[in-house]
């Protein structure tokens, strides 16, 4: 069964800091691996999705790597702000189901 | 893009009392609905798949009895809490595959909060 590890549980920086997520999972046969942002109280935001046979993706301040062999993802946060603060979740698709890993909890202190 | 919706977005209740939550599929036609919940500073589990017009497939440890899901239309899935307790107080979040989209993607809902008192 897939297992998914997201770490630091938790991280806290100060605004303008770049940062880096981390995510790893157990089995290497997947079709894509996607990372989301999730606000308190609320539903999930895609923000990146790497399909298996690409190493990364960019949207703005974030860019997620993947390497399926290792079984690792990381999601690379430039610059942050306050706005940035929520819990990001990494999810792996693999055939009709996704596993997510337990979240990082980010903070930016302005 | 895909939009999922859930409703309602937050309901309370009492305890043995059944709850309906709604999830649909806006500009697309889904074959196939997932239905995740997430316990406070837990991650998303997934508790069953429904392709419609068939029974759904719980996961392990899920009570096909308790949590009752219908999906009677290519845009609609029901997920109906029954003889809800407090311990089924949870977030629970919908997602829905295309009809003739990419088998490895899904849209999800917004997510329903759930308080049983």
């Known amino acids: 069964k897939q297992e998914v590890t997201q770490i630091p549980a938790a991280l806290s920086v100060p605004e303008g800091e770049n940062l880096v997520l981390n995510c790893s999972f157990t089995?290497?046969?997947?079709?894509?691996l996607q990372w989301f942002r999730q606000d308190p109280g609320k539903g999930l935001t895609s923000l990146l999705l790497?399909?298996?046979?690409?190493r990364e993706q960019t949207s703005g301040r974030l860019n997620a790597s993947l390497d399926k062999s290792s079984g690792r993802s990381t999601l690379y946060i430039a610059a942050s702000q306050p706005g940035d603060s929520a819990t990001y979740l990494c999810?792996?698709?693999?055939?009709?189901?996704?596993?997510f890993g337990t979240g990082t909890s980010l903070t930016v202190i302005p | 893009g895909a939009v999922v919706s859930q409703h309602p977005s937050w309901v309370i209740c009492k305890s043995g009392t059944s709850v309906k939550i709604e999830c649909r599929s806006l500009?697309?036609?889904?074959?196939?609905m997932f239905w995740y919940r997430q316990f406070p500073k837990q991650s998303l589990m997934l508790m069953a798949t429904?392709?419609?017009?068939?029974?759904?497939?719980?996961e392990q440890g899920v009570e096909k009895d308790k949590f009752l899901i219908n999906h009677a239309s290519l845009t609609l899935s029901t997920l109906t809490v029954t003889s809800a307790h407090p311990e089924d107080s949870s977030f629970y979040i919908c997602?829905?595959?295309?009809?003739?989209?990419?088998?490895?993607?899904?849209?999800f809902g917004p997510g329903t909060r759930l308080t049983v008192l």
């Open positions: 997602s829905a595959r295309e009809l003739w989209g990419r088998a490895d993607t899904q849209y």
């Open positions: 500009d697309f036609q889904a074959t196939t």
């Open positions: 999810a792996v698709n693999a055939g009709n189901q996704f596993y």
């Open positions: 790497i399909q298996s046979s690409q």
């Open positions: 429904s392709n419609e017009g068939s029974k759904a497939t719980y």
């Open positions: 089995d290497s046969a997947i079709y894509n």
